[in-house]
């Protein structure tokens, strides 16, 4: 069974910051790639960060050196840390997991299954 359970969504002002928690099911946190992406009203699904089952990372050049994925084995959660943070950075952010043995930047194209998502609001 495939579950993903995100939380730590919320409402900070510009310049603050978030960690978001995924929750994985065992055969969800087993597959190769865990991410993360974002969609605000009216936009396309963006990739924003995945690490791979080697641990290596891949994170949209639109969040570099703001945003970090990391994983916790022994708790089934990926998490992403969200640093400096703007208006722009508003959406539904959501977990994804995919099955697919590719290193973490082609994970972005590689998601099979997704969570629901969880609501941040950055305001000015």
């Known amino acids: 069974q495939v579950q993903l359970v995100e939380s730590g969504g919320g409402s900070v002002q510009a310049g603050g910051s978030l960690r978001l928690s995924c929750v994985a099911s065992?055969?969800?946190?087993?597959?190769?790639?865990l991410g993360w992406f974002r969609q605000a009203p009216g936009q396309e699904r963006e990739g924003v960060a995945a690490?791979?089952?080697?641990?290596?990372?891949s994170v949209s050049d639109l969040v570099t050196g703001r945003f970090t994925i990391s994983k916790d084995d022994a708790k089934h959660t990926v998490y992403l840390e969200m640093n400096s943070l703007n208006p722009e950075d508003s959406g539904i952010y959501s977990c994804?997991?995919?099955?697919?043995?590719?290193?973490?930047?082609?994970?972005?194209?590689?998601?099979?299954?997704w969570g629901e998502g969880t609501p941040v609001t950055i305001s000015s």
């Open positions: 994804a997991a995919g099955v697919l043995e590719v290193e973490a930047p082609v994970c972005f194209a590689a998601m099979d299954y």
């Open positions: 065992p055969y969800a946190y087993s597959m190769n790639c």
């Open positions: 690490i791979d089952g080697d641990g290596r990372t």
